[in-house]
């Protein structure tokens, strides 16, 4: 066993790292990158850390900006918050930020890791679900409400479309003067900033072309509704820059918190220990989202990769295989009575665990600089580019595609003929059963060790499916002894997407679709929410056959809630 610490005083939240068996490789990992002086290369942006391709390394060098972001953005707080006051003194009651990905993640995680005490109330929609986009427009009070659109690229086609909308509603209620409620955070020359100047935007926030999305938490996508929000960003960023000095540009990596931790992960992945599961009290639950991104999105391709587990159910040691490295990150001082038990079973039992134990939320800012330094040192140790997503791509090119039919045809090309209807709920794979429970059966019993089930939902989140979902979970955890991970659609393909078709060939995917009665229709295009949801859902599942992957598609027809618990009773005990 081994353990190292990190707790001087003014310092980073403390990590422990007991690897058991595995130590003696990382500490070999470590020794090989202290010889090749690698703390001075990562800070030198010495692309040749990572790959030796000449486009790879370009891209590595142009996409290092947030190593000091933190920085930078110390000196534009006077700015965001004259902004805040701005907003406020106008008469703002809500804020709602609209984007998919690294654009909206850290806004997600703030959320609900902090009360929001002093600051607007904050919404955030990254979903092209109707359902969703309705409950949300009726929750908030329209003509008070400040809409931030954030986009990177400017052109993802989300939160263009989120904007348009709301951007209609406005005019509705407010003619010419619309463009007061709406906000961009967006990269310098990008589409959208002329979009949103012609539509008398109140304020475009500039990012900064050399920060990637998944990377771009503590820059204006995370810090502008993070003020908004009524959290202490001064103080966010000086714990950030505590961390950033903590990783600093010289040293053994033994010593840095974030290089550390990167060679571990890594290590562990090489060892087959590739299912980082993430363990967190209830108020951090979204953390998971943000590391979701972080850690899919940047290793997932190559057919290589860390696979995020996110939100599972915490069990006992006999259902897991030996295919995880757990990570606790919690509060010092907070009891987390269940968690951390089953966390010391898991240890007991001989499963790597890491540890982390901040001292409250504003610490948050300092954990995620650790965790980008540690997922681009994992990528340099597995010899991947952290800083592309070149199979989001295949998603988004088969949607493009479906939508041009849709423009064409007025509707979505029909889909295969299911392998088994019952009780209104369709199932469609390549695995053949006379009955939902054959085909259900049949699907699952193709798991192997190292597999993981991935559970995508296309349906408008609630409790109710939360449950559902997290049953289902359970009961493949009890049978089948593998990961599970579980995503909103579309969510997660600005997200785990990338590791679903780019990572190695180990996931067995379910997707489910729902009809939807309640659609909402788009200002200026000819199709609606739901048409475009549809063609995500299909398009992915398309991307996803490219990719040579096991999947079952299930249809819960009108009711997704009553749906999914018939599934449930269908699924072999
Ligand atoms: O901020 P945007 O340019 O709109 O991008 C939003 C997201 O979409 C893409 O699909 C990428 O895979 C993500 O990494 C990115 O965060």
Same mark, same amino acid.
């Given at each position: 066993m081994h353990s190292s610490e990190h707790t001087p005083a003014q310092s980073v939240a403390p990590a422990t790292l007991q690897l058991g068996q595995y130590q003696a490789a990382v500490d070999a990992k470590i020794q090989e990158f202290n010889a090749k002086s690698f703390t001075a290369g990562f800070w030198q942006k010495d692309a040749a850390l990572w790959v030796q391709d000449e486009a790879g390394q370009q891209s590595i060098r142009s996409f290092m900006g947030w190593l000091r972001v933190a920085e930078t953005m110390m000196e534009a707080v006077p700015e965001i918050e004259a902004f805040v006051r701005e907003v406020k003194a106008a008469g703002f009651r809500h804020v709602v930020v609209m984007g998919m990905g690294g654009s909206t993640m850290a806004p997600i995680v703030f959320k609900a890791a902090f009360t929001g005490e002093g600051g607007l109330p904050l919404s955030v929609l990254d979903t092209t679900d109707p359902g969703t986009v309705r409950q949300l427009e009726e929750s908030v009070p329209l003509a008070e409400t400040l809409f931030i659109v954030a986009s990177k690229s400017g052109t993802t086609a989300e939160p263009l479309a989120?904007?348009?909308?709301?951007?209609?509603?406005?005019?509705?209620?407010?003619?010419?003067k619309a463009g007061e409620n709406f906000v961009a955070i967006t990269d310098p020359g990008s589409k959208f900033v002329t979009a949103a100047t012609e539509q008398g935007y109140r304020r475009i926030f500039l990012n900064f072309a050399e920060v990637g999305g998944r990377f771009s938490a503590l820059s204006y996508f995370g810090l502008v509704p993070a003020a908004l929000y009524g959290i202490d960003i001064r103080e966010l960023l000086s714990r950030s820059l505590v961390m950033m000095r903590a990783c600093g540009s010289?040293?053994?990596?033994?010593?840095?918190?974030?290089?550390?931790?990167?060679?571990a992960?890594?290590?562990?992945?090489?060892?087959?220990?590739?299912?980082?599961?993430?363990?967190?009290?209830?108020?951090?639950?979204?953390?998971g989202l943000w590391l979701e991104q972080l850690i899919a999105e940047s290793?997932?391709?190559?057919?290589?990769?860390?696979?995020?587990?996110?939100?599972?159910?915490?069990?006992?040691?006999?259902?897991?295989?030996?295919?995880?490295?757990?990570?606790?990150? +919690?509060?010092?001082?907070?009891?987390?009575?269940?968690?951390? %038990? =089953?966390?010391?079973? *898991?240890? @007991?039992a001989g499963h790597p665990i890491i540890r982390i134990d901040m001292s409250g939320p504003l610490d948050l800012g300092a954990e995620f600089f650790r965790w980008e330094v540690a997922t681009a040192v994992a990528s340099a140790v597995l010899g991947?580019?952290?800083?592309?997503?070149?199979?989001?791509?295949?998603?988004?090119?088969?949607?493009?595609?479906l939508m041009k039919e849709v423009e064409a045809n007025g509707q979505l090309p029909q889909s295969q003929s299911p392998a088994a209807?019952?009780? +209104?709920?369709?199932?469609?794979?390549?695995?053949?059963?006379? %009955? =939902?429970?054959?085909? *259900?059966? @049949?699907f699952l019993a193709q798991a192997r060790p190292g597999d993981y089930l991935c559970l995508q939902a296309y349906l408008t989140e609630s409790p109710a499916l939360n449950a559902g979902l997290q049953e289902l979970r359970t009961r493949v955890q009890n049978q089948y002894h593998i990961a599970t991970t579980s995503g909103y659609g579309p969510r997660f393909l600005h997200s785990t997407g990338q590791y679903h078709k780019g990572g190695p060939d180990t996931g067995l995917f379910v997707q489910f679709t729902v009809d939807h009665p309640q659609d909402l229709p788009l200002p200026g295009?000819?199709?609606?929410?739901?048409?475009?949801?549809?063609?995500?859902?299909?398009?992915?599942?398309?991307?996803?056959?490219?990719?040579?992957?096991?999947?079952?598609?299930?249809?819960?027809?009108?009711?997704?809630?009553?749906g999914l618990q018939t599934v449930l009773a269908a699924l072999p005990a």
């Open positions: 989120f904007g348009d909308y709301f951007y209609d509603k406005l005019r509705q209620l407010k003619g010419d010289e040293g053994d990596v033994a010593t840095n918190p974030g290089l550390e931790l990167g060679v992960l890594g290590v562990l992945a090489q060892q087959e220990r590739d299912k980082l599961t993430l363990v967190v009290p209830e108020v951090l639950s979204d953390f290793t997932g391709k190559e057919g290589l990769g860390v696979l995020p587990v996110a939100g599972e159910p915490v069990r006992e040691p006999a259902v897991y295989g030996q295919d995880r490295v757990f990570v606790y990150v +919690g509060y010092a001082g907070d009891a987390d009575a269940a968690n951390r %038990s =089953a966390v010391a079973a *898991l240890e @007991a991947i580019n952290p800083f592309d997503q070149p199979n989001v791509q295949a998603a988004k090119t088969a949607t493009d595609r209807t019952e009780n +209104g709920i369709s199932y469609f794979s390549a695995v053949q059963g006379g %009955s =939902a429970a054959e085909v *259900l059966q @049949a295009r000819s199709y609606t929410f739901g048409t475009f949801k549809n063609a995500q859902a299909q398009g992915d599942l398309e991307a996803l056959h490219s990719f040579n992957r096991r999947t079952l598609r299930i249809h819960l027809g009108a009711d997704a809630e009553q």
